[in-house]
């Protein structure tokens, strides 16, 4: 089993920074897709970014792109969401998710394993 845990959440001032940790064990991750997914109070759990572990390939939601960057650490077997100017709208919840395999990286039904969460708050 891949077991996912997530870290680095907080308080931050909007236009702030922070940057989210996921560690990974259990496999290895190099044919692995890894994805940050947010939800908010209220609101359906939605997509952020994603990353090939083998490749390195990032994609981002719109409303995140030139704001967050995902990464991976090989040797760390970690990946992080490094989030500039933060909004007061991305506050939430977010999640580090894992799928074995390419293909889809947008949906969250794509993913196979889940870390428990850290939560995100951004203030105005």
């Known amino acids: 089993q891949v077991h996912l845990v997530e870290s680095g959440g907080g308080l931050v001032q909007a236009g702030g920074s922070l940057r989210l940790s996921c560690a990974a064990s259990g496999r290895t991750f190099s044919t692995f897709t890894m994805g940050w997914f947010r939800q908010a109070p209220g609101k359906e759990r939605e997509f952020v970014a994603a990353i090939s572990w083998g490749s390195g390939r990032t994609y981002y939601a719109d409303s995140v792109k030139g704001r967050f960057t995902i990464s991976r650490d090989n040797a760390r077997n970690t990946v992080y969401l490094q989030m500039n100017n933060l909004k007061p709208e991305d506050t939430a919840d977010y999640y580090c998710?894992?799928?074995?395999?390419?293909?889809?990286?947008?949906?969250?039904?794509?993913?196979?394993?889940w870390g428990q969460g850290t939560q995100v708050t951004v203030s105005s």
């Open positions: 998710a894992a799928r074995a395999g390419s293909g889809t990286y947008y949906y969250s039904t794509s993913y196979d394993y």
